[in-house]
């Protein structure tokens, strides 16, 4: 085994796990593979809103990388440096110890993290939206909230319990907040010192229509179930400073909360830009073939890497699942290529669609262009989910089939604010 080349991949997201899954097959018996990450799964975010709301349990939308990655050494920690001269990585694992590992080649697929605007009071007040305790943390929130304002003698103070503000009306926001508004209603309705207080989201974008990214009639889609729902949407417009019982909107309006979701978006990991290569908007600058040009040892996918889009010259791929996923078969490929097994290839990938889910029967989808909405959306919409775990699925396909039938079971589970639930400023 020493004799053998190694592959280090620095983070299992979708773009690295699906690499080493890759690897794996491709380079059995011909090459080390190892495996970086600070968890020990893979966490499948697109269905975070759906444990946010108790649709599904959070194991269902954690593969562990140990059952998954099965003949891949896993190592559980976060990567402090990468030397790409001396082709070493060094980690810290949680409990403070240090190690390192040589590499032959390497697969930089960290991902991205929180993008956090310079807003006075987000940091401090808001709820990130990015990881399984963030997700867990805000499901007992917005219990809690409705359970306090039961309770409230101040008509005021319940009024403000009962308002939720998300900002960011991208995938993450849009879905939170379509399948949120029904969860918290549904939990105040249960309570009657809440009949004459309604439940009110607020969802704001600076752009001007929901989904800015997708097709307009998909985009009229969810601004049309959202507005079903109740939720108020707000376009033009965003937080300009956050407050422990309110938010100041950027129309000077003042709305009191004690609920802020922070889902403006994501950037590049800090790690990409500490490793000391070339880099464009904090994505490092490869080739098509996924390639470092000063270091061809160094290969990079998914939100990490600035992936030329020969489908649109001059501009690089999205920071999407789909555009990591099939850059991480990629990597691999080409990385099994440079160890004399296989031939080579360039990313050239058009989009194939996109899909919203809005909870219940509800969700938009254009599905190789064809736009879709209602029930035939969520169908194709689950499905694609289904397909695109690389495990759970009877699991994440049971839960779903519980909750058409039976009751939420609604109730808090002690999780308190900590290291990872917090939106902070990275340190790096």
Same mark, same amino acid.
């Given at each position: !085994?020493?004799?053998?080349?190694r592959v280090v991949v620095v983070g299992a997201g979708f773009a690295g796990h699906?690499?080493?899954? @890759? ?40 593969? %562990? ?34 190690? &390192? ?18 807003? %006075? ?17 805000? @499901? ?75 097709? %307009?009639?998909? &985009? ?94 001059? &501009?690089?791929?999205? !920071? ?28 050239? #990938? =058009? ?33 694609? =989910?289904?397909? &695109? !775990? ?34 902070? #400023?990275?340190?790096?």
């Amino acid at each position: !085994m020493t004799e053998l080349p190694r592959v280090v991949v620095v983070g299992a997201g979708f773009a690295g796990h699906t690499a080493a899954r @890759r690897l794996l097959r491709t380079l059995r018996g011909k090459a080390r593979i190892t495996v970086i990450d600070q968890l020990d799964h893979f966490l499948y975010l697109p269905l975070l809103p759906e444990v946010a709301v108790g649709t599904l349990d959070p194991r269902r939308v954690a593969v %562990p990388l140990a059952r998954s990655l099965k003949g891949a050494e896993i190592v559980l920690g976060e990567v402090q440096t990468v030397d790409v001269e001396a082709r070493t990585v060094t980690w810290r694992d949680p409990d403070g110890g240090t190690g &390192s590992v040589p590499y032959d080649r390497l697969v930089l697929a960290v991902g991205s993290v929180n993008k956090l605007l310079p807003v %006075p009071g987000v940091a401090e007040y808001a709820h990130g939206f990015r990881g399984l305790p963030e997700a867990l943390y805000l @499901r007992d929130h917005l219990i809690r909230q409705i359970e306090l304002a039961a309770t409230a003698a101040d008509p005021a103070e319940r009024a403000a319990r009962c308002t939720f503000v998300t900002v960011g009306a991208g995938y993450t926001g849009t879905e939170l907040a379509a399948q949120a508004a029904t969860f918290t209603a549904d939990i105040a309705a249960r309570y009657p010192a809440l009949r004459d207080t309604p439940t009110r989201w607020l969802l704001l974008d600076l752009a001007d229509r929901v989904l800015p990214e997708l097709d %307009p009639r998909l &985009s009229r889609t969810a601004d049309r179930v959202l507005r079903e729902r109740g939720v108020e949407v707000r376009t033009g417009q965003s937080v300009q400073e956050a407050r422990a019982r309110e938010v100041l909107l950027t129309t000077g309006e003042t709305v009191p909360t004690h609920t802020l979701a922070w889902c403006v978006g994501v950037r590049p990991d800090p790690l990409v830009e500490a490793v000391g290569l070339a880099t464009d908007r904090g994505r490092l600058v490869v080739r098509t073939d996924l390639r470092v040009a000063a270091h061809p040892e160094v290969f990079a996918c998914g939100d990490a890497a600035a992936v030329p889009d020969v489908t649109r010259p001059g &501009s690089v791929t999205a !920071m999407t699942a789909q555009h990591a996923t099939r850059q991480g078969t990629l990597a691999a490929r080409n990385v099994a290529a440079s160890l004399g097994v296989g031939t080579p290839g360039t990313y050239r #990938h =058009h989009d194939l669609g996109f899909v919203v889910e809005l909870g219940g029967t509800d969700a938009a989808a254009n599905p190789l262009g064809i736009p879709l909405s209602g029930f035939p959306a969520a169908v194709v919409t689950r499905g694609y =989910h289904l397909l &695109s !775990m690389p495990g759970n699925r009877v699991r994440v396909a049971a839960d779903w089939l519980l909750d058409a039938l039976l009751p939420r079971q609604e109730v808090q589970l002690g999780v308190v604010r900590g290291v990872h639930v917090p939106l902070e #400023h990275d340190p790096r």
